[in-house]
């Protein structure tokens, strides 16, 4: 069965590092997202993206964060300058098209920041 | 502000138990609805999608109802495994379809 893959698993940075995670959406999918769960909170919108561009963001989603389709497969999440409050774990999703069709989440990937 | 608002449990229930949960959802434009379900620390898992019709997966059970902006789902006969995480889910529909969560009812299922 076909899976969003998302690295690393867990990802520790110092404050003010630039970090940047990645994720492989199913192939044939053309909408993608990150979603964050900060520990104990809901998981909270991020952005979505469609036709190499970012189709709604969310008010998390600051000058600090952006992203990006550099191929046919990856979808990245890059966090600039990294603060403490961005300790989460963040989920990639995707789909193949949109309202009622499922998100996919990757298995996320725990972003310590010290 | 779109709000989907959950009791967050948790509800211990023993096996062979039903238990129902419900949600209600702020954004009367919102079109579709779903039943995630998180275990601890994991990504989240569709378990059903949710239609006005109200829908059944086995011993599971959907229901929506629009006029009152409120969702639920029952679990017939739980078993140990359905412990988890239930998560409301509301797709907003906008241009960038976002989800929005419900802050989730913990389930735990004891023997």
């Known amino acids: 069965e076909p899976e969003v893959t998302q690295t690393p698993s867990h990802q520790v940075t110092q404050m003010g590092q630039e970090v940047i995670l990645r994720c492989v959406p199913i192939?044939?999918?053309?909408?993608f997202y990150w979603y964050r769960q900060i520990l104990g909170q809901k998981v909270e919108f991020l952005v979505s993206?469609?036709?190499?561009?970012?189709?709604?963001k969310s008010e998390i989603f600051d000058d600090q964060f952006s992203v990006e389709r550099p191929d046919g497969s990856n979808f990245t999440l890059k966090i600039r300058s990294t603060k403490l409050e961005d300790s989460a774990m963040y989920f990639c999703?995707?789909?193949?098209?949109?309202?009622?069709?499922?998100?996919?989440f990757g298995p996320g990937t725990r972003l310590t920041v010290l | 502000r779109k709000e989907v608002e959950q009791d967050p449990g948790p509800f211990n229930v023993p096996e062979g138990a039903t238990v129902a949960f419900n949600c209600t959802y702020s954004?009367?434009?919102?079109?579709?609805f779903f039943w995630y379900r998180q275990d601890c620390r994991k990504e989240p898992k569709l378990l059903m999608s949710?239609?006005?019709s109200g829908n059944e997966d086995g011993r599971f059970t959907a229901q929506l109802n629009r006029a009152s902006q409120y969702i639920s789902l029952l679990i017939r006969d739980s078993k140990l495994s359905d412990s988890a995480t239930y998560l409301c889910?509301?797709?907003?529909?906008?241009?960038?379809?976002?989800?929005?969560f419900g802050g989730g009812t913990r389930l735990m299922v004891k023997p």
């Open positions: 954004n009367s434009a919102s079109q579709s």
């Open positions: 949710v239609y006005s």
């Open positions: 993206f469609y036709n190499n561009e970012i189709s709604e």
């Open positions: 999703a995707s789909t193949l098209g949109r309202s009622y069709n499922e998100q996919f």
């Open positions: 889910v509301v797709n907003e529909d906008n241009a960038g379809n976002m989800l929005t």
């Open positions: 192939s044939n999918h053309l909408y």
